[in-house]
């Protein structure tokens, strides 16, 4: 009986965490409201062209920046390349809307760049000379390909140190220069885990609200949150979002088959002699040249340009919102962390001890919301919620009580529960990966002393998974701190956190004001790349 409460306990969390795609899904396939057709008519052909061509741009700038990057770090002897292999994966830590709105106060007509060029030429105004505007579909795929590329770079690097030093050998023996080497042997092996990286790119793009926002460039991410604050139709959001649900899972399943082809390929070299090509010269300035840059144009150059704005605007930065909007941000953070941590010990540990086939896709349902955009998600937390707010006002004037109000969608509920639904399989897998890791003759002898599966949880499983454990919790609270686009739809009203707090003065054009919470942000996303960082180290 207690091994069916668990069972029933996971089925029941696994249900009520695809709950909100499954009302999505109910609810665009209502009948259209006129708002939806009128959309249809008019500018939504325009925002679907533009989501295209902004993901065909991210992924190309990913590809030509990730891959070269990922191929010198793994390849060749570079001076620095301890650090620089590390460097290369910080511009993930800085949100994109950060990054934009840094780029537009350098490159815009008024910023230094310009004004610069003007001084150096002598042109009195924009009709003497052309300058790229960063206001545009370009300059929001420059952005993001700057902070998304390590992606590609991460999963690249992982595949080129995994393959044999005999096959690059071998060409070398052959007569193949670097180039020939890299273009016929290396980047055919590694094409499947290219591809993963670029569909987690494309997935990366398709959620992005800040930057394209803050560019004015309309994408479906933009539509879904328009249509739903202003023009108040959950129905035609709905719609939108499913379309971008219906992406999202082209893209999976892309992933899915890149990932089944990269089986074939792998072939561990742990034993194997490390080569290396030992550039000199011209090669290795323009290798040092290209991968710095890469550091420098991704995180150091808006990082310091962030502690700069915020030495100068401490005092009017250093106030009671900063401390009050930290603290939601934290209280919010930890809560969800936490519940995310006990979601996953019980479908982890249900699985354990079923050890069914069947037992596994409780784990699998309730991880799917974390493949969601924020204003997916959102528009999917927000249509149960509000039939569930309505009910409850409803039963009360029945039970001739006071209406309680928007009990679930005007309070942190529908934040957390959104949070959790897109987090949650973090924790879920951190778990998993660990509790795999448990011996299961350490269960049998536990059972055999006649412990019950909380005992043997708390005796046996907890000690040797807490690390896991602390690794899923960090990572769900990490990304809760810095979520952007469910928490402007899903936050109950006067609720900032600091994501919200900062995008409001990047909204305004004054992210001075907002570079020391944008730093804690930053510096808080830095945690899982130290730690990815180490893995990768000990790994190779």
């Not at 960063?134 to 992606?151: D, Q, T």
């Not at 354990?352 to 998600?377: D, E, I």
């Not at 899903?490 to 919200?500: D, E, M």
Request: net charge positive; aromatic share 12%.
């Amino acid at each position: 009986m207690k091994r069916l409460g668990w069972t029933v306990g996971s089925w029941a969390m696994a249900l009520l965490l695809t709950l909100p795609i499954l009302a999505l899904i109910v609810e665009a396939l209502l009948p259209a409201e006129d708002i939806f057709r009128h959309l249809w008519r008019t500018v939504l052909p325009v925002y679907i062209n533009n989501t295209f061509w902004l993901v065909l741009l991210v992924l190309g700038f990913s590809l030509l920046c990730g891959v070269p990057a990922a191929w010198l770090m793994a390849m060749c002897e570079l001076p620095g390349k301890r650090w620089l292999q590390w460097a290369l994966i910080l511009p993930l830590a800085m949100p994109s809307y950060i990054v934009a709105f840094v780029y537009t106060d350098l490159l815009d007509f008024s910023g230094p760049v310009q004004q610069s060029l003007r001084a150096w030429f002598g042109w009195q105004s924009a009709a003497d000379y052309y300058f790229p505007p960063i206001r545009s579909l370009g300059g929001a795929a420059l952005v993001l390909g700057l902070v998304l590329y390590p992606y590609v770079y991460l999963l690249a690097r992982t595949a080129f140190l995994e393959q044999s030093t005999s096959l690059i050998q071998s060409s070398r023996l052959l007569g193949c220069t670097p180039w020939q080497s890299f273009k016929r042997v290396s980047l055919p092996l590694a094409r499947p885990s290219i591809a993963v990286g670029l569909s987690l790119v494309a997935m990366e793009t398709l959620a992005d609200f800040g930057t394209v926002h803050f560019f004015a460039v309309n994408t479906l991410t933009t539509a879904v949150y328009d249509t739903w604050l202003g023009y108040g139709s959950l129905n035609a959001a709905a719609k939108i979002a499913a379309m971008m649900l219906l992406v999202v899972m082209v893209l999976l399943s892309l992933e899915r088959v890149s990932r089944k082809r990269q089986q074939v390929f792998q072939k561990t070299m742990e034993h194997e002699q490390e080569t290396g090509y030992r550039l000199t010269g011209f090669p290795r300035l323009a290798a040092l040249l290209f991968c710095w840059g890469l550091v420098l144009l991704g995180f150091l150059l808006p990082f310091v340009i962030l502690c700069y704005h915020a030495a100068q605007y401490f005092d009017q930065a250093w106030n009671a919102r900063f401390f009050e909007y930290s603290i939601n941000s934290l209280l919010l953070s930890g809560l969800v962390a936490t519940i995310a941590l006990m979601m996953a010990l019980l479908l982890g540990m249900t699985h354990r001890l079923k050890g069914k086939t069947y037992t596994v896709l409780p784990m699998r349902l309730a991880s799917m919301g974390y493949a969601l955009p924020g204003t997916v998600l959102a528009i999917g937390v927000l249509v149960p919620l509000t039939t569930l707010d309505f009910a409850i006002n409803d039963l009360a004037l029945w039970l001739g009580l006071s209406e309680p109000g928007l009990v679930l969608t005007g309070t942190m509920t529908a934040i957390a529960f959104g949070y959790l639904v897109r987090f949650g399989a973090m924790a879920v897998g951190a778990v998993e990966s660990s509790i795999n890791k448990v011996s299961p003759s350490l269960d049998m002898v536990t059972q055999t002393m006649g412990y019950g599966p909380g005992a043997m949880i708390m005796k046996v499983h907890m000690p040797l998974i807490r690390k896991g454990m602390l690794a899923g919790a960090l990572l769900v609270f990490i990304e809760c701190m810095k979520e952007l686009p469910a928490a402007l739809l899903l936050r109950p009203f006067n609720f900032q956190t600091l994501a919200t707090y900062v995008y409001q003065f990047v909204s305004d054009e004054q992210l001075e004001r907002g570079a020391l919470p944008a730093i804690v942000i930053v510096l808080v996303g830095l945690v899982p790349l130290i730690f990815l960082n180490r893995s990768l180290e000990q790994h190779h």
